[in-house]
């Protein structure tokens, strides 16, 4: 098994790999699976950017994060990143939604929900555009249990987070094999 997860990456960084990185490149191509958990840092990226140009206006901010979104290259890099893996090997490809990162007490869990939905939205609608991906439902799976699947002043899950992302990208494989 390859992990070929760097911290810290957004969509762009993975596109990059993918175009011209050789040793990545091979890592994929000889690949029996590949699972894209990527994008949160794009989103929180928008978020950081929006709240700095808001300048503590709430209003704004929510403008800033939709304009944010609506510019953003990452689904554009994402449905990219899928076609050069595609490209690259026949291995069953899942791709993971986007959880949300904030626990409940947290302002920014209930602004993370309102927008959410649309970019994992925009996640189903790549993946559905290739007759060979299947999602993983990070964002439902989590729901607002951030408490048990988040490490608490951080971003990234648990243990047992860990274990529910292992399970529904199981889940979404053996979907993958039971269609085949």
């Known amino acids: 098994m390859r992990i070929l997860g760097v911290p810290g990456w957004q969509t762009d960084d993975l596109l990059t790999a993918l175009d ?3 040793k990545f490149r091979k890592a994929v191509h ?5 699972t894209l958990n990527i994008g949160s840092n794009d989103f929180l990226e928008i978020l950081r950017a929006a709240n700095a140009e808001s300048g503590g206006n709430s209003e704004l ?5 939709q304009q944010k979104l609506a510019n953003s290259d990452a689904f554009d890099n ?3 990143s899928i076609h050069e893996i595609r490209s690259l090997t026949d291995a069953p490809i899942v791709l993971y939604t986007i959880y949300n990162p904030f626990q409940a007490a947290d302002p920014l869990h209930q602004i993370s ?4 939905p649309q970019i994992n939205a925009a996640f189903a609608e790549i993946a559905n555009s290739f007759h060979d991906v299947e999602l993983a439902d990070a964002y439902h799976a989590f729901g607002n249990n951030q408490a048990e699947y988040v490490l608490p002043q951080d971003i990234h899950p648990t243990a047992a987070g ?5 399970e529904i990208g199981l889940e979404a494989f053996c979907f993958d094999f039971v269609e085949n």
Do not use: G, P, R
């Open 61 to 65: 901010f929510l403008t800033l994060i």
């Open 30 to 34: 000889h690949a029996d699976y590949v």
């Open 113 to 116: 929900d309102q927008y959410l």
């Open 20 to 22: 011209s990185n050789k």
């Open 162 to 166: 860990q274990e529910v992302l292992a």
């Open 78 to 80: 994402l449905a990219a």
